[in-house]
């Protein structure tokens, strides 16, 4: 069964920035991750409990809720500095 994505404000925003073509990736990437949401690996110690799917030099930070089929977009961005971002983030919760 097909996942629904789910798209948090901050990712909302961070893929308004993007590119127009790496923004048609990124949609055609969530595709494909909506098909089958483990193509992506499991983050690690402190963002342990998300997932990240890597598209040309670009990730989506996303969540699993297996239970209610949803992907939960987290954030996307260029891989140089998409995790200490989104890490910060969570810091400043």
């Known amino acids: 069964m097909r996942y629904q994505a789910k798209v948090t404000a901050t990712a909302n925003e961070a893929g308004k920035q993007l ?9 055609e990437a969530l595709r494909r991750l ?3 949401p483990f193509l ?8 342990q409990g ?5 598209f040309n030099r670009y990730r989506i930070i996303y969540t699993i ?6 992907l939960i977009i987290q954030s996307i961005g260029h ?4 995790y200490e971002r989104f890490n910060q983030l969570l810091l400043d919760r």
């Open 19 to 27: 590119a127009p073509e790496i923004r048609a990736a990124a949609k």
């Open 34 to 36: 909506c098909d089958n």
């Open 40 to 47: 992506g690996k499991r983050l690690r110690e402190e963002l």
């Open 50 to 54: 998300f997932w990240t799917y890597r």
């Open 65 to 70: 809720d297996v239970e209610k089929k949803w």
């Open 79 to 82: 891989r140089r500095d998409i």
